[in-house]
């Protein structure tokens, strides 16, 4: 699943930086909203290169441009062969130096492996957040080679086996504590467009930027063209330009009740951090788990600035964030409106390999300060609830 890779990100984090992911916040509600806003733990200074590449890419804001667990572990072996994740300085090189040494294959002699034994490894998975029923069921040593960290392989080995992790409720997109139920539309929410104060969402008050009243229903999830309903909208609005952003069931409690936040940058998004949507409706439904947001964007945000980013300077901006830290290609260029826009690539993947981005036809209207996103805010039309075949309604 999508949503533990992104949890085995926070563990590698965790592995290199030897301490449990936002210690100074006091609640986990806080965690919640700093999360979904786009935050992510610091790299800490010294991780190799690739290894925080490797990390960062797992916890990447939208899921479905995470690497699968086959991805990630092709990278781990080539990580492990190349370079030395140390681990955190917390033990002493006594207890190292007098574990048992072995000889891992009897006709290479030289080759030296570190023989954890099944209490060892369970104690390791327990430290690093794996479900305690399935440690308990843990009964194999493992050889670990010598110069490698042994919390890194034995996560490794963990994720192999097919091991969960039970502190994956910290993090927000499988999170269910701060909605109504888990993937469960609200029971007011019906097939029949009405307009509500957004608060009765969140059985309180809405953050401040939204508006006081917002369309809602809930529809089956279309194959193409957008949900009925839509049309119904567009019907009752003939003139108005909207904008759409595919977004998480889950999710949609915490913003209202959090408004929208700048975040973080994050490896692919193309304009860096920001708050994405797209007038294609079939473009923002590739990214909808659930739900949809549709802004009234006919006035282009009203009294900000815009961006319009196109040839060199587009392929420059969206090279240089989705390349930032790779240390073989120039940094993005800075530009200062409040929104920018511009097309989406058509070769995100090849990007990632600092290949040059080639445009589609699709464009991306991105809130990149707090008073562009502030101003998707106050825009805010209709939030649509989509189910499959029945399911969730």
């Given at each position: 699943m999508r949503s533990d890779i992104y949890s085995f990100g926070v563990i590698l984090w965790e592995i290199s930086s030897g301490r449990l992911?936002?210690?100074?916040?006091?609640?986990?509600?806080?965690?919640?909203?700093?999360?979904?806003?786009g935050n992510r733990e610091i790299p800490v200074e010294g991780t190799p290169s690739q290894?925080?590449?490797?990390?960062?890419?797992?916890?990447?804001?939208?899921?479905?441009k995470r690497p699968n667990i086959v991805s990630v572990l092709e990278d781990?072996?080539?990580?492990?062969?190349?370079?030395?994740?140390?681990?955190?300085?917390?033990?002493?090189?006594?207890?190292?130096?007098?574990?048992?040494?072995?000889?891992?294959?009897?006709?290479?002699?030289?080759?030296?492996?570190?023989?954890?034994s099944p209490d060892e490894v369970r104690k390791i998975l327990r430290d690093l957040g794996f479900e305690?029923?399935?440690?308990?069921?843990?009964n194999k040593s493992i050889e670990v080679p010598i110069g490698v960290s042994s919390i890194l392989f034995v996560a490794r080995a963990a994720i192999l086996h097919g091991l969960h992790f039970q502190r994956i409720s910290l993090y927000p997109e499988i999170e269910t504590e701060y909605t109504f139920e888990p993937c469960k539309i609200p029971e007011f929410i019906?097939?029949?467009i009405q307009s509500i104060d957004p608060g009765k969402i969140v059985n309180g008050d809405p953050h401040i930027t939204f508006p006081r009243n917002v369309l809602v229903c809930k529809d089956q999830f279309p194959d193409s063209g957008g949900p009925n309903v839509l049309n119904e909208i567009k019907i009752k609005f003939p003139n108005k330009n909207f904008l759409y952003r595919g977004v998480s069931m889950r999710l949609i409690a915490a913003t209202i009740a959090g408004g929208f936040g700048l975040g973080t940058t994050t490896i692919n998004n193309e304009f860096g951090p920001g708050l994405y949507t797209t007038p294609d409706i079939d473009y923002a439904l590739r990214y909808?788990?659930?739900?949809?947001?549709?802004?009234?964007?006919?006035?282009?945000?009203?009294?900000?600035?815009?961006?319009?980013?196109?040839?060199?300077?587009?392929?420059?901006t969206v090279k240089g964030w989705i390349c930032l830290g790779s240390g073989r290609k120039p940094g993005p260029p800075q530009h200062n409106e409040d929104v920018w826009q511009g097309p989406i690539s058509s070769n995100n993947n090849d990007i990632r390999s600092c290949n040059d981005p080639q445009c589609s036809e699709v464009s991306q209207v991105v809130g990149k300060t707090e008073l562009g996103i502030n101003?998707?805010?106050t825009r805010l039309i209709a939030i649509i609830y989509l189910y499959r075949n029945g399911i969730n309604q």
């Open positions: 992911p936002f210690q100074s916040f006091e609640s986990r509600y806080s965690i919640f909203i700093h999360v979904f806003n290894y925080e590449r490797l990390y960062k890419q797992c916890w990447d804001d939208d899921p479905g781990l072996n080539k990580l492990i062969k190349k370079i030395d994740i140390l681990e955190p300085t917390t033990r002493d090189n006594n207890e190292i130096i007098s574990k048992k040494l072995e000889t891992k294959d009897t006709t290479h002699p030289s080759v030296i492996a570190l023989i954890l305690e029923n399935e440690v308990a069921l843990w019906s097939n029949e909808a788990d659930g739900a949809l947001f549709i802004f009234d964007w006919t006035d282009s945000g009203g009294n900000i600035t815009t961006k319009n980013l196109s040839g060199n300077e587009w392929m420059r101003a998707f805010a």
